[in-house]
């Protein structure tokens, strides 16, 4: 598929390397790890491996850390749940407004079960008050689900110094690190973090397969049983493939590290400051000064995001956007709406994300067409007249 | 990605009647920029014959408001103020090949749109009605707020009364969870709770049966026991179909036989399984009716 791929967040493509690795062991290395006879065996040491690069990645203490699943969302819900159960007493969690839906729909649906959810807010950088955090901490805190990397503008929340302020006060503490792993340098043996979860397909790994990250000595209670797999603690025969392939991914991200902050980094800047400097009324999304090195999100007023995402494709640039429409709900994405971003803005955010393939050209070429097509939408827009927006303000009937 | 047809995808990249009309003498401004859609409708109209002479718009929106927009520009050209009238959302949409159910909201802003222009034009005040919630049933686009409202005027109580009255739930099934979540609510209003396995109500009125379809399905339970009839020497017409009465008239060897009153009980009962409602069936000779109404 020809074309420009700037929408790394929601899925990468998996690296030919990473392909060749798992080749082996659809065909002649198909044995379940678990029979005791030599096809099984070899595929075992497979796992080995492959637990053992994701350890170096996430600079974990122990292989026996790294547990397997089949996502990122699965990771989520698996920690959540289990912190819950493992802690009956304990009936409260803390969140954030802005966390992704794989935690949030989650905490919404445990209200119902009578769970207190605390959801921290954001400022309009997107960033957390850890004062108001330190003052929900109590001893009813179960668990504390917070993402590294916010997927939408890439912003950080501090979740080392969050751990240790959520162990000091005896509450488990999870962290979504899907859009972290593979661009952010980690150890994990040095922190409090007790849960993490990560999702191959955003490091250039197949789709379908995760692992949560369990700190020895952490309470557990498994969301899969029926199975000694992952010693007990998620049932159900291993994706061999897909895990030998996450292994592989995650030894080339090790790699690849240096390359993400400074190369990747200064094309995403390069791109950022492009568009900002053709494109009246537009600006980012996200704390500009702390966030992921491949993530730019900028909202362009007074247009509609779907609108800017068909014409971006008819040129062959795929990126994502924070509009209602694009996911066929009446709000616009809950962050930008929980950054205060206002509607008129808020509908018009388009997220380019990054990746280690991507060039200088593709950058030039993007900085390129976005005017354009941020000038032919304008010209639609009942908001908008000339080179701004109208002197009397478009004030519709509003349904 | 959206599933566009090519009609859609042809409006959103080359929109037709985009921009400012300078002569314009009926605007409409409609939108809701919670949801991301808003629009400007303009209408030059003649004044002595009351037809659209032009019309242009512009749109903040997705692709398919946008395409919306320019089709319905397209369609009220020409057409008398009375006749634009009569564009529904639903013929935008076919205009269009067809909307996303998610998208249908973007043809009912167009048609929104078209009212205030054209009450703008005649000097009315045009105010907005319609409320939209989130959508639930993929299937038949049926949103949160006409569920709810639905369960409220008519007391529902089960997955399936909702079905049965809005068409929401009817189809793949997967938004019974969020048909249940609005019954809990709704319910908790008036003070019950939520209770699954309950059974739907009997007197649910096929939804969206119209008065034609309903005598037609009258028509053919009466054809399914006319066989029976004519093997005694009778037979069954239906005269009448006035609310929850039902006139029909018995003929031949039926007319007036002991067994008539069994006969249209039984009938009346089949009526009332087939139209899932209550329904009486009344016995009149033919021509009695019309002569009823001719002496009052």
Known sequence: MEGIYFDNNAT??????????????????FGNPSSM??????????????????????????????????????????????????????????????????VLTLCTWLEKDGYKVHYLPVDEKGRLNLAEYKKLLSDQTAVVSVMWANNETGTFFPVVEMAELA??????????????????????????????????????????????????????RPLLRGGHQERGRRAGTENTTSIVGLGKAAEM??????????????????????????????????????????????????????????????????????????????????????????????????????SRYSTEAEVDRVIAVVPEIIAQLRKLSPYWEGDGPKEEAFAPTYA | ??????????????????????????????????????????????????????????TFGCGSAIASSSALTEMVKGKTLDEALKVSNQDIADYLDGLPPEKMHCSVMGREALQ?????????????????GALICKCFAIDAVMIEDTIRANELCSVEDVTNYTKAGGGCSSCHEGIEEILVKVMAERGESFKPGTPAKEEAKPVGMTNLQRIKKIEAVLESVRPQLKRD????????????????????????????????????????????????????????????????
């Open chain 2, 116 to 132: 205030a222009a054209i009450a703008n034009y005649r000097g009315e005040v045009w105010s907005d009605d319609h409320e939209e």
């Open chain 1, 253 to 354: 991200a090790m790699e690849a590290m240096h390359h993400e902050n400074t190369e990747v980094k200064r094309l995403r800047d390069k791109l950022e400051t492009g568009i900002l400097a053709k494109v009246p009324r537009s600006f980012v999304t996200g704390n500009p000064d702390d966030r992921l090195p491949n993530t730019c999100n900028i909202a362009f007023e007074f247009i509609e995001g779907e609108a800017i995402l068909l014409l971006l494709n008819k040129f062959g640039i795929a990126a994502s956007s924070g509009s209602a429409c694009t996911s066929g709900s009446l709000e616009p994405s809950h962050v930008m709406r929980a950054m205060g971003i206002p509607y008129t803005a808020a509908h018009g955010t388009v997220r380019f994300s990054l």
């Open chain 1, 37 to 102: 006879h030599s096809f099984g065996n070899k595929v075992g040491l497979a796992i080995k491996k492959a637990r053992m690069q994701v350890q170096e990645l996430l600079g974990a203490e122990h292989d026996s850390e790294i547990i397997f699943t089949s996502c990122g969302t699965e990771s989520d819900s698996t920690a959540i749940l289990s912190a819950l159960k493992a802690q009956p007493e304990r009936k409260e969690i803390i969140t954030t407004t802005v966390e992704h839906p794989a």
């Open chain 2, 1 to 58: 990605m959206w599933d566009y047809s090519e009609k859609v995808k042809e409006h959103f990249f080359q929109p037709r009647n985009a921009g400012v009309l300078e002569d314009a003498n009926g605007v409409g401004d409609v939108g809701s920029i919670s949801c991301g859609d808003a629009l400007r409708l303009m209408l030059k109209v003649e004044p002595e014959t009351d037809i659209i002479l032009d019309a242009h718009f512009q």
């Open chain 1, 167 to 220: 162990n000091a006060a005896g509450a488990m503490f999870h962290t979504d690190a899907v859009q972290a792993v593979g661009k952010v340098p980690l150890n994990l043996k040095d922190t409090k973090i007790d849960m993490l979860s990560v999702s191959g397909h955003k490091l250039h790994a197949p789709k379908g397969i995760g692992v949560l990250y369990l700190k020895r000595g952490v309470r557990f």
């Open chain 2, 233 to 296: 020497g009778g037979d069954i017409e239906l005269l009448d179909v006035d609310g929850k009465t039902i006139y029909v008239s018995m003929t031949g060897a039926c007319a007036g036989c002991q067994m008539e009153a069994l006969t249209l009980q039984g009938i009346q009962q089949k009526l009332m399984e087939e139209l899932k409602e209550f329904i009486k069936i009344v016995p009149t000779k033919a021509g009695a009716l019309s002569r009823a109404s001719c002496n009052p």
């Open chain 1, 12 to 29: 990468t493509r998996v690296d030919e390397k990473v392909v060749e690795a798992m080749l082996p062991y659809f065909t002649e290395q």
